[in-house]
């Protein structure tokens, strides 16, 4: 089981900005040094749950873009890339363009888009998101598999569209879907090379997901073995934060130890990957989550 950690882009409350490129650089590169295999970040242009209050947060692409140029090992994926924002054709060449810059470490995520205030700053139609994006899929599963698409629909056209140069990869970056709605689920058990949803805890809190997931690869006809279950997880370190429990959400917690049994049983129910979001995300976070990671590994791997 693959274990990668976000870096985060948006403004933190604590410190009353983003962190700088450098600041992100540094993480992203001792997060490699450390061990973990991926390193994901968030598509978003803005939180507001306020009108009057903003939340930034830097563009996903650029800086993905330059933390491919600044890593040599570790995976890198956008959790999810909100398909709103681009013309799923233009994504597509997005992800090949990265692909080649980061020499073949790219998984595309993509999702159909959740937050309506960043829609209607930034100008973008919050209508039908599952209709687009199901469109959207059309053109950008040929594209990253095969490089060529013809397609014309309600939403979207990209007629006699071809992408070249291409991803290093024969049959470019893996797909990724985010999603937990039945349509979602239908769509990634037919286009997805890996599902993922969040926010998890404990690891019994995939159960009720993976039934359902299973039951949609089913209806599709597609053996659910042949699609990689990913899960984000919500990992909190109360003593190193101030931090207190939101009760509407739930947060995993423990020592290394712990953790790492954790991590072991997440295996054992069929993740292939788990997203730890950090909180805080500092550098005494990522060293004690990479901790657990090596006592986990040091336990070989689950039958």
Excluded at 122 to 147: C, M, N, S, T, W
Aim: hydrophobic share 40%; charged share 25%.
């Amino acid at each position: 089981m693959k274990i990668g950690a976000v870096i985060q882009l948006v403004e933190i409350a604590q410190l009353q900005r983003a962190f700088t490129f450098e600041e992100i650089k540094n993480t992203a590169v001792n997060c490699e040094a450390m061990g973990f295999d991926a390193l994901w970040v968030y598509d978003h242009l803005l939180y507001r749950e306020k009108k009057d209050h903003t939340t930034g947060i830097w563009e996903s692409w650029t800086m993905l873009s330059a933390l491919a140029a600044v890593t040599k090992r570790v995976t890198l994926g956008t959790l999810v890339s909100c398909n709103s924002f681009r013309n799923p054709a233009l994504l597509a060449k997005m992800a090949h363009t990265v692909d080649e810059i980061s020499g073949g470490r790219l998984i595309l995520g993509v999702g159909a888009g959740w937050n309506q205030p960043e829609y209607d700053a930034f100008g973008y139609p919050f209508d039908h998101r599952v209709d687009r994006f199901e469109e959207a899929l059309q053109i950008i599963h040929p594209l990253l598999k095969e490089g060529k698409v013809d397609f014309s629909g309600t939403y979207y056209t990209a007629r006699n569209c071809e992408i070249t140069p291409r991803s290093p990869r024969p049959g470019g970056p893996p797909l990724m879907i985010g999603g937990s709605r039945e349509r979602m689920l239908q769509l990634t058990a037919r286009y997805a090379d890996i599902w993922n949803v969040g926010y998890m805890s404990i690891p019994r809190s995939v159960d009720s997901m993976k039934k359902k997931m299973d039951k949609a690869c089913k209806a599709e006809g597609r053996d659910p073995q042949t699609l990689r279950y990913s899960y984000m997880v919500s990992l909190a370190f109360p003593d190193l934060s101030g931090w207190d429990k939101d009760k509407k959400r739930g947060y995993l917690v423990g020592t290394p130890q712990e953790l790492a049994l954790a991590l072991k049983e997440y295996e054992a129910r069929g993740a292939s990957e788990l997203m730890f979001h950090l909180i805080p995300s500092s550098p005494e976070g990522y060293e004690r989550l990479a901790r657990a990671v090596e006592i986990y590994r040091s336990m070989g791997t689950s039958k």
